[in-house]
């Protein structure tokens, strides 16, 4: 097997601070991703999961700032990049998509031209060279009537649609890498499973890795080879789905999965309350103090 | 959308109504009448034959209500009546002042349109810069400074100092009698349009959807003109219906400071002299002119943003 589609090695993020050492949301966070793999990352909010995916695409807004680290991609580090080559690289060779389909798209423009953007930018189409591509985008994720869709506008469309939509922009380039920052958890869970059908089927087929990020532990089993758990800012286990999953190691992710519910669990065990994870975790094991940077709820 | 603006239209005859019976209410109520001034101002003891006199010559004599349904029966047949004054049709009085005061308030918007929306998109792409503190002082100043002393500050440098604009007078319409009087009235839009669009733009850029604009890998102007622009318009053409709307009536001061003949002028002269019918002609074509911006406002919005319709 060649070596891996990006590398990334000790990404630290965090808040400069002019009077002493920078807050860190993020530390030390080194993991690869092969070529055409689905890498998961998961972890409670506010673990630092989409700061490190939206510094990989160099998105992250003043005061979050990269700190330390490299992500080489093709032999190029990401993070020190010039602005305008990391630019011709993002939504062509690396795009994204994010967790708010109602917003993310821009309200005021018709579906088809914020697709047909993505041609204009990156292959050099005219507007009108690019429309008839753009419906073809469409039509590759399913959206039914892509031609009268084009021509629709965010708001006329449902949540998933518009879900599809970002996925059709995110994959309009065919792109090495798609980072999804949890594309379902604003989606119902009949949606959410077509979605993230359409994201492995398109994805196997363009041989585009996937950087799949969600808190939802059912989604990254279902999706991912391999799997990363993030906790305050840290990288706490790396295992292949199917280990961490039947054999978690790391006293978080036993936690993590503990507290995930069963179907049936209740009658099972009776009145039985939901495990939450502050009493599935010890955080007052040894050597927890090291992982945790700081109890939930403090952070920042 | 025809229909739409049939029915806005239709909808501005109760505003326009309301706003003529609370005129003639309002100077029903007010000391002064129209006999006194015509008969030294009141400093005199009138005697009481002169003033019936001059009220039955006018109509002054008959009860309100009387008066009321009069001048409504001549609205409808776009009569405004008759000057007590000068003893012309108001219409023509006002024919004569639209033009000046129209001119005067669309240049002034211009000026603010043409340097404000600049400046405060230049202020909101670097916020923080020198630029931007040096706009939003410039604007905060020119929200806060009295028109008059604007004026009367043009008119001392430019025209009593340096000699290069006439202090006042319409001139015949010359451009250079326009420029003193526009600036003076439309810095004020001017300062609130920088204001506007810089927070409008900032809110815009904060969006998510320029995120993704972004991550699509779009160069700022790209993302500006694709992305911005249409979406901070919504924002500055409701500021800019506001302040063309009521420009009209704001310009009285202005219009008085640089003797222009415009509306506001018209108008003040004739509450002076409680010249009724003038006055309330005036305002009904101020308020009117203010009603169909709002209407345009409507119509501009709905061609900007698809999730607006017009129904």
Redesign the interface.
């Not at chain 2, 995120?211 to 160069?219: L, W």
């Given at each position: 097997m060649s070596g891996p589609l990006l590398d990334i090695r000790g990404l630290t993020i965090g808040i400069p601070n002019r009077n002493g050492p920078p807050l860190q949301i993020v530390r030390d966070l080194s993991f690869d991703i092969m070529p055409g793999e689905i890498f998961g990352l998961v972890g409670e909010s506010g673990s630092g999961k989409s700061a490190s995916a939206l510094a990989l695409m160099g998105l992250n807004r003043r005061p979050l700032t990269t700190l330390k680290g490299q992500a080489l991609y093709g032999g190029q580090d990401l993070l020190a990049m010039s602005r305008r080559s990391m630019r011709k690289l993002r939504g062509d060779r690396i795009s994204m998509i994010f967790q708010e389909p109602m917003t993310a798209l821009n309200p005021l423009a018709r579906i088809g031209s914020q697709i047909a953007e993505m041609f204009v930018l990156h292959r050099g189409l005219s507007w009108s060279d690019a429309r008839p591509k753009a419906v073809e985008a469409l039509a590759a994720v399913q959206v039914p009537d892509p031609e009268g869709r084009a021509r629709a506008y965010p708001h006329q469309l449902s949540g998933g649609l518009r879900q599809r939509v970002m996925i059709a922009v995110a994959m309009a380039c065919r792109p090495d890498l798609l980072i999804a920052d949890e594309p379902t958890t604003a989606l119902d869970v009949t949606v959410q499973a077509e979605v993230l059908r359409l994201i492995r089927e398109l994805c196997e087929r363009e041989g585009t890795a996937v950087l799949l990020i969600s808190h939802d532990l059912g989604v990254i089993a279902q999706m991912c080879q391999r799997v990363g758990v993030m906790a305050n800012g840290r990288l706490l286990e790396l295992r292949d789905a199917k280990a961490l999953f039947t054999d978690p190691r790391h006293p978080y992710t036993q936690g993590l999965l503990a507290a995930l519910p069963r179907l049936g669990s209740r009658a099972v065990e009776g009145r039985h309350r939901l495990a939450d994870l502050d009493t599935a975790i010890d955080r007052n094991a040894p050597g927890f103090a090291e992982t945790y940077l700081r109890p939930r709820g403090e952070a920042a | 959308m025809g229909r739409y603006i049939l029915r806005r239209l239709l909808q501005m005859i109760p505003t326009l109504l309301a706003v003529a019976a609370l005129i003639f209410l309002i100077f029903s109520v007010l000391p002064g009448s129209f006999a006194g001034t015509m008969t030294g101002g009141g400093r005199r003891a009138l005697s009481p034959e002169l003033v019936a006199q001059i009220n039955a010559q006018f109509g002054l004599d008959k009860p309100l209500p009387v008066r009321f349904w009069d001048y409504l029966v001549r609205l409808v047949q776009f009569d405004l009546g008759t000057s007590f004054r000068t003893r012309e049709p108001v219409m023509d009085l006002i024919a004569a002042r639209i033009w000046p005061s129209l001119q005067l308030a669309l240049s002034a918007m211009a000026l603010a349109v043409t340097v404000g929306i600049p400046l405060g998109f230049l202020a909101a792409m670097r916020p923080g810069s020198l630029l931007d503190s040096i706009t939003m002082i410039g604007a905060v100043s020119g929200l806060s400074m009295p028109q008059f002393w604007l004026g009367l500050l043009l008119m001392y440098v430019f025209a009593l100092q340096l000699g290069w604009l006439p202090s006042f007078g319409y001139g015949e319409g010359r451009l250079r009698n326009l420029i003193l009087p526009a600036i003076a009235l439309g810095f004020a839009p001017l300062a609130l349009l920088a204001r506007t669009t810089r927070a409008g733009v900032l809110e815009v850029m904060a969006?998510?959807?320029i995120?993704?604009?972004?991550?699509?890998?779009?160069?700022p102007s790209?993302m500006v003109r694709?992305?911005v622009l249409?979406?901070v318009m919504v924002l500055i053409v409701t500021t800019m219906g506001l302040q063309i709307g009521s420009l009209l009536g704001q310009a009285l001061v202005i219009e008085k400071l640089f003797s222009w003949p415009g509306l506001g002028s018209l108008m003040v002269d004739s509450v002076a002299i409680r010249d009724i019918p003038v006055v309330q002609g005036t305002i009904l074509v101020i308020v009117l002119w203010f009603l169909v911006i709002n209407v345009l406002v409507d119509v501009i919005y709905a061609a900007?943003?698809?999730?607006i319709s017009l129904r």
């Open positions: - | 969006s998510d959807h995120r993704t604009a972004m991550a699509k890998g779009a160069s790209q694709w992305h249409r979406n900007i943003d698809p999730r």
